[in-house]
């Protein structure tokens, strides 16, 4: 059995995400302790909890002490089963950090599997559903990966309410990812998402964004929710790679602060001029060592991708080298 500290490295619930695929996969039964233990609740929350039994459910495998708030789970994976499912967080939990957690099993069934999930899909500190549908599919498309995703109704934070669905065929062969530069840029946008709340915010946010990038194109959509929500999001489409950055808007945080934290992305981005960005570099690191591995220009790796590398090499005998540039770039590599 495995022994996972969930206190350890960066300490949040993507160590039990990845921790469980890779159990699931492997075969591996997994002992976590300490989970979340520094987080301001810790232990296991509804998100947590959904993602811990889709995967005991795709697998038919066994869980202990998956309860809310437990700070200690076993899982015993059984084998993967193809199949259709419907999970539900119950919170405006992120519906797209389960997707990332079921999606890399269900590829080693023997045929095609339809998920349904719901929950936030707009939400924070969490990639949103527009990131997963024009950034993080894409890239494991380019691994051989047969997947896509349908966004049936927006969640936002705190109403939740949202659904997201998965088409995932079995995989036929991985292929090597590389990602070492971006191309020329094809397109730029910002995009403000909002249900339930007055339009001039929106539009303030689009046209705060765009005074910094007048060359970027804006579009304010108005959306079906079960509750008020709103999100700014910037998409920046290059010849070789789509990078996406948003922020969810909050009661107590001004349109101006939205707009503010977007652009403040956009420009780190453009400065280093490194095609996958800390957040996808994070989110990539799974399905590479899964597949084929490869390599990706990134910048500065950040403490999720150094702790995720960390539980990758616990269940998998796989060299991941992170190479400084010394110019605010790294290459990450992953070699099979």
Same mark, same amino acid.
């Given at each position: 059995?495995?022994?996972?500290?969930?206190?350890?490295?960066?300490?949040?619930?993507?160590?039990?995400?990845?921790?469980?695929?890779?159990?699931?996969?492997?075969?591996?039964?997994?002992?976590?302790?300490?989970?979340?233990?520094?987080?301001?609740?810790?232990?296991?929350?509804?998100?947590?909890?959904?993602? =811990?039994?889709?995967?005991?459910?795709?697998?038919?495998?066994?869980?202990?002490?998956?309860?809310?708030?437990?700070?200690?789970?076993?899982?015993?994976?059984?084998?993967?089963?193809?199949?259709?499912?419907?999970?539900?967080?119950?919170?405006?939990?992120?519906?797209?950090?389960?997707?990332?957690?079921?999606?890399?099993?269900?590829?080693?069934?023997?045929?095609?599997?339809?998920?349904?999930?719901?929950?936030?899909?707009?939400?924070?500190?969490?990639?949103?559903?527009?990131?997963?549908?024009?950034?993080?599919?894409?890239?494991?498309?380019?691994?051989?990966?047969?997947?896509?995703?349908?966004?049936?109704?927006?969640?936002?934070?705190?109403?939740?309410?949202?659904?997201?669905?998965?088409?995932?065929?079995?995989?036929?062969?991985?292929?090597?990812?590389?990602?070492?530069?971006?191309?020329?840029?094809?397109?730029?946008?910002?995009?403000?998402?909002?249900?339930?709340?007055?339009?001039?915010?929106?539009?303030?946010?689009?046209?705060?964004?765009?005074?910094?990038?007048?060359?970027?194109?804006?579009?304010?959509?108005?959306?079906?929710?079960?509750?008020?929500?709103?999100?700014?999001? =910037?998409?920046l489409e290059y010849e070789n790679i789509t990078e996406l950055f948003s922020v969810c808007g909050e009661f107590n945080q001004s349109r101006t602060v939205v707009a503010k934290?977007?652009?403040?992305?956009?420009?780190?981005?453009?400065?280093?001029?490194?095609?996958?960005?800390?957040?996808?570099?994070?989110?990539?690191?799974?399905?590479? =060592?899964?597949?084929?591995?490869?390599?990706?220009?990134?910048?500065?790796?950040?403490?999720?991708?150094?702790?995720?590398?960390?539980?990758?090499?616990?269940?998998?005998?796989?060299?991941?080298?992170?190479?400084?540039?010394?110019?605010?770039?790294?290459?990450?590599?992953?070699?099979?």
């Amino acid at each position: 059995m495995i022994e996972i500290d969930g206190s350890f490295g960066e300490g949040g619930g993507q160590i039990l995400r990845t921790a469980l695929t890779l159990a699931s996969v492997t075969g591996e039964a997994v002992h976590f302790t300490d989970i979340r233990k520094n987080r301001r609740k810790p232990g296991l929350m509804y998100q947590h909890l959904t993602c =811990a039994k889709a995967v005991a459910e795709i697998t038919g495998g066994v869980l202990n002490g998956a309860e809310l708030n437990s700070q200690e789970m076993i899982f015993t994976p059984g084998s993967i089963a193809p199949g259709n499912y419907h999970f539900v967080v119950g919170t405006a939990g992120s519906a797209i950090l389960v997707a990332q957690t079921v999606l890399p099993c269900l590829l080693f069934g023997y045929e095609k599997s339809k998920v349904e999930i719901c929950g936030g899909t707009h939400v924070a500190n969490a990639p949103i559903f527009d990131f997963f549908q024009s950034v993080y599919l894409p890239c494991l498309q380019r691994m051989g990966i047969e997947a896509s995703a349908t966004l049936d109704q927006v969640g936002f934070y705190p109403a939740g309410g949202g659904k997201i669905t998965l088409d995932i065929s079995p995989l036929r062969e991985w292929k090597k990812l590389e990602i070492m530069s971006s191309g020329t840029l094809k397109k730029a946008a910002f995009t403000a998402i909002s249900h339930g709340i007055k339009s001039e915010i929106g539009s303030d946010e689009v046209a705060l964004a765009q005074r910094e990038f007048p060359e970027f194109e804006t579009a304010q959509t108005e959306v079906d929710s079960c509750g008020p929500g709103n999100v700014l999001l =910037a998409k920046l489409e290059y010849e070789n790679i789509t990078e996406l950055f948003s922020v969810c808007g909050e009661f107590n945080q001004s349109r101006t602060v939205v707009a503010k934290r977007v652009i403040g992305m956009v420009k780190s981005y453009q400065k280093y001029a490194a095609p996958v960005w800390r957040f996808l570099a994070d989110q990539l690191l799974l399905p590479m =060592a899964l597949g084929a591995g490869g390599k990706f220009l990134t910048v500065s790796p950040s403490q999720h991708t150094e702790t995720n590398i960390a539980v990758i090499r616990k269940f998998m005998n796989v060299q991941i080298d992170v190479n400084n540039l010394q110019n605010g770039q790294h290459i990450i590599e992953v070699k099979k």
